[in-house]
């Protein structure tokens, strides 16, 4: 009767405990950290490997922003060799800092071997890790069952990458191209054909570079007198229009030589009676040849050329010169047309960026996919998850072996007096998202009698403690689950609705709880995350395919 009674108590005890275990989870998957103590866990990545193959050893530290941590250089790991120490890798979350450290070590002789306690200073106290033992093997050969054969010639093998490098050449050279081009017909200092050279001088320097053009030609060799002189009113016209400011292409003789009376009249050019009738004369000889078919002497056609490149001359010399009111205002004329010349070159530039950056989104869009697109653009917390750097190590005792995105951190569980006479250890870690619901939460415990735990009660205490938290509209289901290494346990997953600090309201998410254990001993694993998160459940996919437990 005592001893039904004894195992009774020692029972009920022990469902206390699970309940304590199972809230720890539980309250850090949905609940921010609070520790303001450093925290300090450590494992590697693999604790067995072959001669000569590197494993790494890491460490991390959880620390407020104002500690001051100091990893000791010289560490030794002997008798295990260090390849290389790294810089260690900061994470800030609020008013925390993970600092992971990793050092990378290898040995070349078989056996078992034992890496020795390190140190790391936090604000010049000394915390040490544990030992860990790592398993050095050989690579067996067998010299007899398999025929020996020479050595091969050394081959070239490509190396191969999952970064898409075709695409992202593809895209530097369209890049490139549309920046040549933009280059080359917008920004470009284009060099000028003599036309545009001739149309950018000076009204009288234009003038006189046409009439010394009309001397050199053959219009009066071919006999062609009407072109000739048609040119020759032509650009002395076209001067009074650009310098005198009069409409002289359209007028007539008469019209003409009145408005150059006129402006002599009023003072604003300063032309001698004598200039004027001599550009008459010459107007009126080329109406003639133009519209009488008359024809006058070659040279007198040559000398009405010279008198006309004498006229151009005094008419410049007769303009006043401009006032600095008006000098000021042609230099803002020409700053305003260099300021929309400059404006148009930004505008077009702009709308080719903007349509190049459409049309790629849209692409990527189309072949990606717009949530992935979106989450690679603006960023996702189970996505970078996902992506990360991801480390295997070892977590309690029983041990649990698990690869996770993070390094899982230690937390605390109280136990009172009567817990302490029946349990001989327990331990938990975790890692919690700082945003949405995603968490990984690992237990191990060991009893101080070898009495076998009530996995239906754990998980029930679980549930429990999920439905104390807020949670509603649990579904539950249980399967068997078999790890990698053909360890046995009990798989419980489902969905409901769970509450996180960051809303008020409840949100749609999934759970999965695995249990293993023996005599004396229990190791769970917990994970929860958002219902409709594609990245996190890949994660949970990487995590279920990498859990390993040793049960003896």
Known sequence: MNNKSEKSKLENMYSLLQRRIALCLFFFSVTS???TKPIMTFGVDKDSILIGEQLNLVINLEVSTTDQVIFPEGQTFA???????????????????????????????????????????????????????????????????????????????????????FWVLIIILALAIIAALLYFFIWRKKKLTEEEKVALLAPYDRAMLELKKLENSKYLIQDEYKQYYSELTGIVRSYLEEDVHVSALESTTDQLIEKLEMLKNAGNLKLDDETLNQFKKILQTSDLVKFAKSKPEASVAEQDRKA???????????????????????????????????????????????????????SAIGYFGFQHVKDTVLGHPTKELLESDWITSSYGYPPVIIETPKVLLRQEVPLTPELKAV??????????????????????????????????????????????????????????????????????????????????????????????????????????????????????????????????
């Not at 410049?316 to 929309?340: D, G, M, N, V």
């Not at 619901?437 to 754990?458: C, H, K, M, R, Y």
């Open 33 to 35: 950290f609070a520790q």
């Open 79 to 165: 008798p295990l060799e260090m390849v290389e120490s790294f810089v260690p890798d900061t994470l800030r979350e609020n008013a925390r800092i993970t600092l992971i450290k990793k050092y990378a070590l290898t040995q070349f002789d078989s056996g078992a071997y034992m890496i020795p306690p390190q140190k790391v200073l936090i604000n010049e106290k000394v915390f040490t890790t544990d030992s860990v033992r790592i398993a050095v093997n050989t690579v067996p050969v067998d010299t007899i069952a398999q025929q020996l054969f020479d050595i091969k010639d050394i081959i070239n093998v490509e190396k191969s990458s999952t970064f898409p490098w």
């Open 308 to 362: 006309i490149e004498t006229i151009v001359t005094k008419t410049k010399e007769a303009i006043p010169p401009p006032t600095e009111e008006e000098l000021l205002q042609q230099e803002e004329y020409l700053e305003e047309l260099a300021r929309k010349k400059h404006r148009k070159k930004v505008i077009i530039t702009a709308v080719t960026a903007a349509a190049v950056f459409i049309i790629s989104l849209v």
């Open 423 to 552: 349990i001989k250890n327990v331990q938990a870690f975790g890692y919690r998202s700082s945003i949405g619901l995603f968490t990984i939460g690992v237990s191990s415990t060991t009893l101080t009698q070898e009495i076998e735990p009530d996995v239906a009660q754990s998980i029930d205490f679980i549930i429990k403690s999920f439905e104390n938290q807020g949670a509603k509209n649990i579904i539950t289901k249980t399967e068997e689950f078999t790890t990698f290494s053909g360890v046995k346990g009990v798989k419980t997953y489902g969905s409901g609705k769970f509450s996180i600090p960051e809303s008020k309201e409840l949100i749609n998410g999934n759970y999965t709880i695995l249990t293993f254990g023996g005599k004396g001993f229990q190791q769970q694993i917990i994970m929860s995350w958002l219902e409709n998160d594609t990245y996190a459940q890949k994660i949970v996919d990487r995590v279920l395919s990498t859990i390993d437990v040793k049960t003896e």
